[in-house]
């Protein structure tokens, strides 16, 4: 079946502007999750979504970033006024759910945002 | 608190000759520990995981990676390297079995000399 698909491949944007990006998780995971990769950082967990609970958003670096669900399903990370410090690759993830035992996350293969 | 030292940020092989990327980390509690490959372009994959059942744990490609509390490492192997196994791997903690409290390592890069 499809994996976790994520939309576009790469963004060019200017400093200031706002962005969306998108992610599509594999059909019946219950649990996504948006991290960010740096060059030549370990990846940094943002925002995490559970079915219909709350998001845990600890962690986000700042309210220029938000992230929805819709329908439990496709989300979408937003930054706001970016800065040349948020240019990093973004990574969706999902998984089964997170409760118990370990459900292992299936990522998809990111988006490269620049900020110019 | 919680980390992962992955300890060397680029490793070079012969293809054929063994592989050895190093993790140590660090937690007040037994944490559970993973291995994830990224090839170039790619998602990543989780290549083996260990929560506290046997210390030696064997994962896909013929990696396996072996747990030792003493020495607080999570040491990643292959008897073997192939062309194939070039790509950036980072090693996981995480203090419970929840997947939001996972803390990644800087990766390491592997690279597979003909």
């Known amino acids: 079946g499809a994996g976790v698909s994520q939309s576009p491949s790469n963004k060019v944007t200017e400093k200031g502007k706002d962005v969306e990006l998108r992610c599509d998780p594999i059909?019946?995971?219950?649990?996504l999750y948006w991290y960010r990769q740096s060059l030549g950082q370990g990846l940094e967990f943002l925002i995490y979504?559970?079915?219909?609970?709350?998001?845990?958003k600890s962690g986000l670096p700042s309210d220029r970033f938000s992230a929805e669900r819709t329908g439990g399903s496709v989300s979408t990370l937003t930054i706001q006024r970016t800065q040349q410090e948020d240019s990093a690759v973004y990574l969706c993830?999902?998984?089964?759910?997170?409760?118990?035992?370990?459900?292992?996350?299936?990522f998809g293969p990111g988006t490269r945002l620049t900020v110019l | 608190a919680q980390s992962v030292t992955q300890l060397d940020s680029h490793v070079s092989v012969s293809e054929g000759t063994p592989v050895l990327l190093r993790c140590n980390y660090s937690?007040?509690?037994?944490?559970?520990l993973f291995w994830y490959v990224q090839h170039p372009n790619k998602g990543l994959q989780l290549l083996l995981k260990?929560?506290?059942?046997?210390?030696l744990v064997k994962g896909i490609n013929g990696f396996e990676a072996e747990f030792k509390k003493s020495e607080t490492s999570f040491h990643l192997t292959k008897p073997s390297a192939h062309m194939s196994d070039a790509a950036e791997y980072f090693c996981?903690?995480?203090?419970?079995?929840?997947?939001?409290?996972?803390?990644f390592g800087a990766g390491t890069r592997l690279t597979v000399k003909p």
């Open positions: 993830a999902s998984s089964l759910d997170s409760g118990g035992a370990y459900n292992e996350q299936f």
């Open positions: 059909s019946g995971h219950t649990a």
């Open positions: 979504f559970q079915g219909n609970s709350a998001p845990d």
């Open positions: 937690s007040s509690y037994s944490p559970s």
């Open positions: 260990y929560t506290s059942a046997a210390t």
């Open positions: 996981v903690v995480s203090l419970t079995l929840a997947n939001n409290d996972m803390r």
